[in-house]
């Protein structure tokens, strides 16, 4: 399945250093991108050729800088890697026109709204005609057997295909897929993604584990890492469930000096 992500003032974002913050149930990795003919980005947790450049860093975290003068201190901060992040899918067109079908998708299902988020981030860049060789369709690259299985079927009006295309159709089939995953592996949301991306009876076979598919490994660094980037933090979510209806607090967001200016100034 493609990880492409479109990526708009992309050669803007790769050329600003940051560091990606990841969940304590994955080690930090680095994220490399690079942008092909069409404009289009490709994320990897590794440099897998010379096409690659380094996007985030994942050696270190974010650290809060400072509140400016005569501003009092927020009291959370949000890392500087992740409210770029946010940003783009803030002003991404193909992600606006698709979040409530995730929404709806992630509350009828109960699966994590920004694991799905960044699940189709990696799997289509939100570009709800998307296939691949392999004839995965749609949003969450779905192939049309699975769909099959999680309810999806021809009628008089489409094809199954053409239903796959149909944002609606496809994040719905394809959450209640994950959610089917995420209960086969209790706790163990890297095996869900290892099998989503590799196939059920791949992990059965590496004995419960993360297969030894190089792709695979890639593609479940990455998802985690887009998740927990997307994820706000940990005291915005504990706030947010005592006050379910009130306003989030605050956030600072984490001043990352960049080098290229730095080096500028010098």
């Known amino acids: 399945m493609p990880m492409v992500c479109k990526v708009f003032g992309l050669l803007r974002l790769l050329a600003v250093p940051c560091v990606l913050l ?16 069409r404009g289009v980005a490709h994320f990897a947790a590794e440099q897998t050729d010379a096409r690659y450049q380094l996007f985030f860093r994942g050696n270190g975290l974010d650290a809060p800088s400072g509140a400016p003068a005569g501003q009092a201190a927020l009291p959370f901060a949000l890392p500087a890697a992740s409210a770029r992040l946010l940003a783009f899918f803030e002003i991404s067109p193909d992600y606006q026109r698709v979040r409530h079908h995730l929404r709806a998708a992630a509350r009828r299902h109960g699966v994590e709204y920004e694991l799905l988020q960044a699940l ?3 799997e289509s860049g939100f570009d709800a005609a998307a296939v691949s060789p392999r004839g995965a369709i749609g949003l969450m690259q779905l192939m049309p057997a699975t769909a099959s299985r999680f309810g999806v079927v021809a009628d008089a009006g489409r094809t199954l295909e053409q239903k796959l295309a149909d ?8 959450a209640r897929y994950l959610r089917h995953l995420i209960d086969q592996y209790p706790g163990r949301t890297d095996l869900a993604l290892a099998a989503y991306n590799a196939g059920e009876g791949a992990v059965q076979r590496a004995g419960r584990q993360i297969p030894p598919i190089k792709e695979t490994q890639n593609y479940v660094r990455t998802v985690l890492a887009l998740r927990a980037q997307l994820k706000p933090p940990a005291p915005v ?3 947010r469930g005592a006050h379910p ?14 080098p290229i200016a730095t080096e500028a100034n010098e």
């Open 167 to 174: 944002p609606a159709v496809n994040v719905q089939a394809g």
């Open 245 to 258: 209806r009130g306003p989030l607090p605050p956030v600072r967001v984490a001043q990352t000096p960049n």
């Open 120 to 122: 189709i981030a990696a």
């Open 237 to 239: 979510l504990a706030q």
């Open 22 to 37: 990841f969940s304590q149930q994955i080690a930090r990795a680095d994220l490399w991108a690079y942008v092909d003919e």
